[in-house]
T-cell receptor, first 112, second 111 residues
């Protein structure tokens, strides 16, 4: 079993839709949770970062962490064609190596 | 501000040839440095990480090695490339409890 599971998609939605992206994990020691966006042939860029459980909002993006269920989500409101990319969840323990464990990524397509 | 440089952007190498990919970070000191590989349509696989000069931890037994000769320089090498070494190689750094910053990546094709 992988430590982090993520549906690969693709997920196709019309412009303006609310998008929900999710990951589950098995290691209860994970404390830091992140979402990255990766455009084709580019390096991932950090979108959201959350420590422990709770919600965090940044513009059209909201990240949620439910540690009791080992489940994290990223919501995108008013989705735009420019949001079309692969979204990767990532998480790590609280230790000095700072190693991030990534999900396999969900490909999102926002149709104009 | 901190920046990360990774080169070359694209590389086509024959099987059995050597490899050297370089990554440098600017604007920070004593970063943790990482090499990841991303196969087509798949997630990121951690290959090596380093918490300091000369300190290398290997995550996956393979045909590759890494070195950190200077604080902000991280090198990925191979003596003889295999077809299975093809992929998208990403360097990343972090110094804080937040996420990584990635370089722009090197797309390696072994032919």
């Amino acid at each position: 079993q992988k430590e982090v599971e993520q549906d690969p998609g693709p997920l196709s939605v019309p412009e303006g839709a609310i998008v929900s992206l999710n990951c589950t994990y098995s290691n209860s020691a994970f404390q830091y949770f992140m979402w990255y966006r990766q455009y084709s042939r580019k390096g991932p860029e950090l979108l959201m970062y959350t420590y422990s459980s709770g919600n965090k909002e940044d513009g059209r993006f909201t990240a949620q962490v439910d540690k009791s269920s080992k489940y994290i989500s990223l919501f995108i409101r008013d989705s735009q064609p420019s949001d079309s990319a692969t979204y990767l969840c990532a998480m790590r323990r609280m230790d000095s190596s700072y190693k991030l464990i990534f999900g396999s990524g969900t490909r999102l397509l926002v149709r104009p | 501000s901190q920046t990360i440089h990774q080169w070359p952007a694209t590389l086509v190498q024959p099987v059995g040839s050597p490899l050297s990919l370089e990554c440098t970070v600017e604007g920070t000191s004593n970063p943790n440095l990482y090499w990841y590989r991303q196969a087509a349509g798949r997630g990121l696989q951690l290959l090596f990480y380093s918490v300091g000069i000369g300190q290398i931890s290997s995550e996956v037994p393979q045909n590759l090695s890494a070195s950190r000769p200077q604080d902000r320089q991280f090198i990925l090498s191979s003596k003889k490339l295999l077809l299975s070494d093809s992929g998208f190689y990403l360097c990343a750094w972090t110094t804080a409890v937040a996420g990584y910053t990635f370089g722009s990546g090197t797309r390696l094709t072994v032919v």
